[in-house]
């Protein structure tokens, strides 16, 4: 049995993808899922890109251990420095430097000769290696590169010490059986000198198909995002790729060292983060992926799973118990939940959980592991509370215009504000706006039902924009008003601790 190395590249190809920035505290706590899930190599960010972006990488190779932590860096020597800079205390690490190869992207884009960008891609792999011993080579727009010349540069980076040879289908232009292939041309070329790995993005939706030829065809490692996030269309999805391989060991003889059962809390924790939801569809992770709605299907299912089920819902960690917990659960089978789902919280956390819990309780019957799950992600990014809630009361109807009485707290000052809006959500915002007096320019706007039911847990998720920054906010709360106020107001916040930052 193969095993393919997976190489997560959420937190840098992933975050690239429009409105998915996402600050340092939340790198952490998806880098810290990503090891839970088992992935074996984290591409942390692109540290020259900015100081952000170092900042984030650096604190991910101090503080996540338990994967190798690699830096982007393009075939320059201050890319590379910067790289070493920031994962130089991880354990394990890796310096993954690029160049482009395409003829399209030499001449246009960089205005360089084959020779001189063969030459570079050595020389900068040579430099990395002086700094590092894992060092992984990319060929940009490999798949629309002269395969001659590829085979060439792959062979001068591997003399160069390159350990990692990753053939990315930049814009998404390959086909599966072209580019399984190109792949085993590479393979008999290099044969175990390095490692041969794929980098596919979505463009023709074949993402998936692709990789899945690649490794066919002695590919030994995948790069892929949760959900498939990235750039334009996105990137390979992992969740796919890696359940491809499970589901069908039998044609594959492949496996990865992912632990499927983390599949669901890291997808949803993505989606919480970057605010970027997973279409209802979705293989694997999508909210229908499992759901049987046609007769025969039902009735084949009650039968016998295996009728129409090709995956076991807790093969993802999709778990059956429907019922978690209400209000006359006490402390102790709360905590016991947390340990079922994963969570190790400290003491203080476990608390301020447990009050959260309780009140939600007060609202809604029954509390799903969703709502838990929902429920920490409000109180895991940690926030400074300038501006607090301290009541909110909306009315309306399909008459009278929306109107929002609010009473905000801004350090130990109360202000009280009312405010009217096109609708009871405009009411609240303009509510909360004029209270604190934001410059700041509302992006996106999103509300999304955390379980099923009327009482259900709506979960916001705004984004603002101030100066040029952008951050996110989230809110949940059976009451979508509260949610939606709440979710601006930890934007607020963000932005406030962003100027004291400065
Ligand atoms: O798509 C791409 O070519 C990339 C490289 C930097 C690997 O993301
Ligand atoms: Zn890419």
Redesign the pocket.
């Known amino acids: 049995m193969n095993t393919i190395k997976i190489f997560d590249?959420t937190l840098?190809?992933g975050e690239q993808s429009p409105g998915a920035s996402m600050n340092v505290d939340e790198k952490i706590m998806v880098a810290k899922q990503l090891v839970k899930l088992g992935v074996d190599i984290i591409e942390a960010g692109f540290p020259i890109a900015s100081q952000g972006d170092f900042d984030a990488v650096k604190r991910i190779a101090e503080e996540v251990h338990g994967a190798v932590i690699a830096g982007?860096a393009r075939a320059k020597e201050e890319d590379i420095r910067r790289a070493y800079e920031s994962i130089k205390q991880a354990p394990a690490k890796r310096i993954?430097t690029?160049h482009s190869t395409s003829d399209i992207h030499l001449k246009y884009q960089f205005r360089v000769s084959r020779e001189e960008a063969l030459r570079r891609s050595a020389d900068m792999v040579r430099f990395a290696k002086s700094l590092v011993e894992d060092v992984e080579f990319?060929p940009?727009?490999a798949t629309r590169t002269d395969i001659d010349y590829l085979l060439e540069v792959l062979e001068a980076v591997v003399d160069a010490g390159a350990k990692t040879l990753?053939i990315?289908?930049?814009v998404g232009y390959a086909l599966p059986q072209e580019f399984g292939a190109m792949i085993k041309r590479i393979k008999d070329k290099i044969g175990d000198r390095a490692v041969i790995s794929v980098?596919c993005?979505n463009d023709l939706g074949l993402s998936v198909a692709n990789s899945l030829s690649a490794i066919l065809n002695g590919a030994g490692q995948v790069?892929c995002t949760i959900n498939g996030i990235g750039?334009r269309a996105g990137n390979c999805s992992m969740e796919e790729v890696v359940m491809a391989l499970k589901t069908r060991r039998d044609f594959f003889n492949a496996d990865t060292n992912i632990n499927t059962k983390e599949i669901i809390r890291t997808s949803r924790l993505i989606t919480r983060i970057t605010g970027i939801p997973v279409q209802p569809n979705k293989a694997i992770v999508g909210a229908n992926a499992f759901a049987h709605e046609s007769g025969i299907h039902q009735d084949g299912l009650l039968k016998e799973k295996m009728t129409y089920e090709i995956i076991k819902p807790s093969d993802i960690g999709l778990n059956k118990t429907e019922l978690v917990l209400g209000k006359h659960s006490g402390r102790h089978a709360f905590k016991s939940r947390l340990k079922e789902l994963g969570y190790s919280l400290r003491a203080e956390e476990i608390e301020s959980a447990f009050v959260r819990f309780k009140s939600l309780a007060d609202q809604k019957k029954y509390i799903f592991d969703e709502d838990i799950e929902a429920l920490l992600s409000e109180q895991t990014t940690k926030v400074t509370e300038t501006y607090k809630l301290v009541d909110l009361y909306v009315a309306g109807g399909s008459q009278a215009k929306p109107m929002a009485a609010l009473k905000i707290s801004i350090g130990d000052k109360v202000i009280d504000r009312i405010e009217y809006g096109d609708g009871p959500v405009d009411a609240v915002y303009r509510a909360i706006a004029g209270a604190v007096d934001t410059k700041s320019t509302l992006l996106k706007f999103e509300v999304n039902s955390i379980t099923g039911g009327t009482d259900a847990l709506g979960e916001v998720s705004v984004t603002l924009e101030e100066e040029g920054k952008k951050v996110r906010g989230q809110g949940a709360d059976t009451n979508i008003l509260i949610a939606a106020a709440k979710a601006y107001i930890t934007a607020l916040n963000k932005l406030a601790m962003r100027r004291v930052n400065q």
């Open positions: 590249t840098r190809d982007l993954h690029f990319s940009m727009d990753n990315p289908d930049t980098h993005h790069e750039e």
